[in-house]
C-alpha cells in the first residue's frame, strides 16, 4: 500500500513538472520575459516584405527586440515593434528600414541611429516614464513611419528591367557596333606600337652614330685646344725671349727673326691638322639632317593621326550607348508609368471579384427548386395562354363569318373557365 501510495505521488510530481516545463518553453517561445520591463511603439511601412511576428530588431547592429504584430491597413501596414530593454535610449530622428539578408532572404527591421549621438542620455527619463520627451528619445506608444531598405523583390525588378533593357535590338547593334570599332582601334593601336618599336630602334641606332661622332668631334676639338693652348705658351715664351733679347742684346735679333719664322711653319701645319677635322664636322651633321628627312617622310605621322580619328568616333560611339542607356532608364523608372501599372492591375482585380460575386448570385438561384418549379409554371401558363390566343382569334374570324353574337358568348364561357382553371392550378 506504502509503495503503491509512492508509486502514485512520483506520477504526480512527474505530471506537474512536465506541465510547468511545458509552460515555460512556450512562454520561451512567444517571448514572455519575466522581470524585465518592455515598450513597445508602432512604424508604418508601405510594404513589410513578408515578415513575420517574432522577426528581430535590430539597434546598431545588435538584436534588440522583436515585432510583436503585423497588422495591414488601407494606406499601409502597421509593424507593432517590441523593445527588450526600457533603458534603451532610441534617439531621434533616425531611419527605421525594412530589411532582407541571409540565404533564405529573411525579413529584418534595422533601427539607423542620427549622426549626432545624444548629449545626456543620462538626464533624459525613461521611455516608459509619463515625461518621456518624444521629440528627443523613443517612446512608448509612438508612432513612426519606415522605409524599405535591401529587397530581393526590388533587386529582381531591377535586374529583369535591366535584362529587358539590354534585349532590345538597337542597344544590341550599338554594342556589336562599339566592340568592332574598339577591336579595329585595337589592331591599329598595335600595329602603330610596333610601327613605333621599329622606329625607336631607327632612331637608337641613329643616336647611336650621332653620339659616337660628337665624341670624337669632342675628341678632337679637345687635342686642338691643347695644341692651341701649347701655341699660347710657346708666344708668351716667345714675346719674353725677344723683350728680353730686344733688352739685352740687339745683336741676337737674327736668330730671334728665325725663330719667329719656325714658329710660323708650326702654326701652318696646326691649322692643316684643323681641316680635316672641320670636314668631319659637316659630314655628321648632313646625316643628322637626312636622318631628320627620313623620319619625317615615314609613316609614323600618318598612322598617329588615323588613331586620334579612330579613338574620336570610339569616343562618340560610347556617348551614343551611354546616351541610349540613360533614356531605357528614365523610360523603366518614370513614376507615371508605374502609377498606370498599378492602377490596371487594380481595375482587373475588382473585375474578376465583381465576376466571381455574379457567378455565385447565379449558381444561389438556379440552384433554388422553388425558384424552378415557379418559373416551369410561369413558363407553361405562358404556352397556354398563346394557344387560347390563337384560338380566339379563330373564333373571333368564325363569328365575323356566320353570327357575331353567339360565338362571342361562348369564347367569353371558355375564357371564364379557363381563366377559372389557370387559378385553380396556381393556387
Do not use: H
Not at 511603439?41 to 513578408?50: A, M, S, T
Not at 542607356?325 to 502609377?339: C, F
Amino acid at each position: 500500500m506504502q509503495s503503491r501510495t509512492l508509486r502514485e505521488g512520483a506520477l504526480g510530481l512527474f505530471v506537474i513538472l512536465g506541465l510547468g516545463l511545458f509552460g515555460v518553453v512556450v512562454l520561451w517561445l512567444r517571448g514572455v520575459s519575466l522581470g524585465r520591463r518592455t515598450y513597445q511603439f508602432v512604424v508604418e511601412f508601405e510594404n513589410v516584405l513578408g515578415m513575420q511576428n517574432g522577426a528581430p530588431v535590430r539597434y546598431r547592429g545588435v538584436t534588440v527586440g522583436r515585432l510583436v504584430q503585423v497588422q495591414a491597413g488601407a494606406n499601409g501596414v502597421d509593424a507593432n515593434l517590441e523593445i527588450s530593454s526600457a533603458q534603451l535610449k532610441i534617439p531621434r530622428p533616425m531611419r527605421v528600414e525594412a530589411n532582407q539578408g541571409g540565404l533564405i532572404a529573411e525579413t529584418t527591421i534595422d533601427i539607423i541611429p542620427p549622426e549626432q549621438p545624444l548629449l545626456n542620455p543620462a538626464a533624459l527619463a525613461s521611455p516608459v516614464s509619463s515625461k518621456c520627451d518624444s521629440s528627443q528619445i523613443i517612446c512608448d506608444g509612438d508612432r513612426l513611419q519606415g522605409e524599405i531598405g535591401i529587397s530581393f523583390e526590388a533587386l529582381m525588378r531591377s535586374s529583369t528591367d535591366f535584362t529587358e533593357a539590354f534585349a532590345k535590338p538597337e542597344l544590341v547593334d550599338d554594342l556589336q557596333v562599339l566592340l568592332k570599332n574598339t577591336s579595329r582601334a585595337t589592331e591599329e593601336i598595335a600595329q602603330l606600337a610596333r610601327d613605333m618599336s621599329a622606329l625607336s630602334q631607327v632612331f637608337q641606332e641613329e643616336v647611336e652614330i650621332l653620339s659616337d661622332s660628337a665624341i670624337v668631334t669632342t675628341q678632337t676639338v679637345g687635342v686642338a685646344a691643347e695644341q692651341f693652348g701649347e701655341t699660347a705658351r710657346q708666344l708668351d715664351r716667345l714675346a719674353q725671349s725677344a723683350s728680353d733679347l730686344l733688352e739685352s742684346n740687339r745683336v741676337s735679333l737674327v736668330a730671334t727673326l728665325d725663330n719667329v719664322s719656325r714658329l710660323s711653319f708650326e702654326l701652318s701645319r696646326a691649322a692643316e691638322g684643323l681641316t680635316p677635322l672641320l670636314q668631319r664636322t659637316d659630314n655628321t651633321l648632313a646625316m643628322v639632317n637626312e636622318n631628320l628627312v627620313r623620319f619625317e617622310q615615314s609613316r609614323a605621322i600618318d598612322d598617329l593621326e588615323t588613331l586620334v580619328s579612330n579613338a574620336a568616333v570610339l569616343s562618340e560611339n560610347a556617348a551614343i550607348a551611354s546616351e541610349n542607356l540613360r533614356d531605357v532608364s528614365e523610360s523603366v523608372s518614370d513614376p507615371a508609368n508605374l502609377l498606370l501599372l498599378q492602377q490596371t492591375l487594380e481595375s482587373a482585380r475588382s473585375t474578376f471579384q465583381n465576376v466571381e460575386k455574379i457567378t455565385s448570385d447565379l449558381d444561389d438561384l438556379t440552384g433554388d427548386p422553388i425558384f424552378r418549379e415557379n418559373l416551369r409554371r410561369m413558363v407553361n401558363g405562358l404556352s397556354s395562354l398563346v394557344s387560347l390566343t390563337e384560338q380566339l382569334e379563330q373564333q373571333t374570324y368564325i363569328a365575323q363569318q356566320l353570327s357575331p353574337l353567339e360565338p362571342l358568348n361562348e369564347s367569353n364561357e371558355e375564357m371564364r373557365r379557363w381563366g377559372n382553371g389557370e387559378m385553380g392550378r396556381t393556387n
